[in-house]
C-alpha cells in the first residue's frame, strides 16, 4: 500500500517545479504553465488528505472542484490578457510588459 | 514493492520528468504538450486516490480545454513560440535556490508532523465518494453556496476574458 507521505513528497516536488517555472521563465505563457502545474500539486494533496484523513467527510473533493473553476477562470482570463498585451506591444516577455514600472 | 507501488512510482517519474519539460522547453508548442502528459498523470493519481469524478474533470477541464487552450493561443501569437532570447531571465540561479528550497521545507516540515506515514484504510462497503459529493455540491447544509460562487466566478471570468481580448476596431 502507499503511504500519505509518497503523495506530499510528490506534490510538494511538483508544486517546486511549477514555482520554478513561475520564477524562471521570461514567456508569459511558460509563466501560467507553470501556475497551472502548481494548482496541479496542490489539488493531488487535497485530495490525497481527504482520501487518508477524512475519506467519511467529503470537503476535500468539494474543494478541489473549487480549485479546478478558479484554475479555468484564471487560464482563460490570463491568456486573454497576454492576447492582448501581445497586440499592442507585439512581445509577451514578462520582462518586457513594464508599463506599469516606475 | 507492490504493484500499485510500482504504478506510482511509474505515473510519478512521469509527471515530474514532464512538468521539468514543461518548464524548461524551448518551444511554448512542446511545452504545452508536455504539460498534457503531466496534467494526465494527476489525473491517474485522482483515480488512485478514488477520486473518480476528479480524473475525469481533470481530463476533460485540464487536457480538453485548459491545455487545448495554451496551444490555441500558442498558435494565435505565432512570434511568441519560439523565444527570441533566452528562455530563462538573469534570475534563474536564485529560482532554482528558491525551489528547492522550498521543496525541501514543505518535506521537513511534514515529516515532523505525526499523520506523515498514515495508511491507507479501505472505504467502507457503503461508502460512494461520487455521491456524497454530488449531494455535497448542491446541499445547503454544505457546499451549495461556495458552487453557486464558483459559477458566476466562471461567468464574470467568461466577460471578462471576451473584454480583454475583443479587437476595437
Excluded: C
Aim: aromatic content about 12%; hydrophobic content about 65%.
Amino acid at each position: 500500500m502507499i503511504p500519505l507521505s509518497w503523495y506530499l513528497v510528490f506534490s510538494a516536488a511538483l508544486f517546486s517545479i511549477g514555482l520554478y517555472g513561475v520564477l524562471a521563465r521570461k514567456n508569459a505563457v511558460a509563466i501560467l504553465m507553470g501556475i497551472e502545474l502548481m494548482l496541479n500539486a496542490v489539488n493531488i494533496n487535497l485530495v490525497a488528505f481527504w482520501r487518508y484523513r477524512t475519506p467519511q467527510m467529503i470537503g476535500g473533493q468539494a474543494f478541489a472542484v473549487i480549485v479546478f473553476a478558479v484554475a479555468a477562470a484564471e487560464v482563460a482570463v490570463g491568456l486573454a490578457l497576454i492576447i492582448s498585451v501581445y497586440r499592442r506591444r507585439d512581445s509577451v516577455a514578462a520582462d518586457e510588459i513594464d508599463l506599469m514600472k516606475w | 514493492m507492490t504493484p500499485v507501488q510500482i504504478l506510482f512510482i511509474v505515473v510519478a517519474a512521469m509527471t515530474l520528468g514532464a512538468a521539468l519539460m514543461v518548464v524548461s522547453s524551448r518551444n511554448l508548442v512542446h511545452s504545452a504538450l508536455w504539460l498534457i502528459v503531466s496534467l494526465f498523470g494527476v489525473a491517474v493519481f485522482f483515480a488512485l486516490l478514488q477520486a473518480g469524478f476528479l480524473a475525469v474533470v481533470q481530463v476533460v477541464i485540464y487536457i480538453g480545454a485548459i491545455a487545448i487552450l495554451f496551444i490555441f493561443v500558442v498558435m494565435l501569437t505565432r512570434k511568441i513560440a519560439q523565444d527570441s532570447g533566452p528562455r530563462f531571465n538573469e534570475n534563474w540561479v536564485w529560482a532554482i535556490v528558491v525551489a528547492v528550497v522550498v521543496f525541501a521545507a514543505l518535506v521537513w516540515i511534514l515529516m515532523g508532523w505525526q499523520g506523515w506515514s498514515t495508511q491507507l484504510a479501505p472505504l467502507g462497503p457503503a461508502a460512494d465518494p461520487l455521491r456524497e459529493l454530488g449531494i455535497a455540491l448542491v446541499s445547503p447544509n454544505a457546499y451549495v453556496l461556495p458552487f453557486e460562487l464558483a459559477s458566476v466566478l466562471l461567468l464574470a471570468a467568461l466577460i471578462g476574458a471576451v473584454m480583454v481580448a475583443w479587437e476595437r476596431k
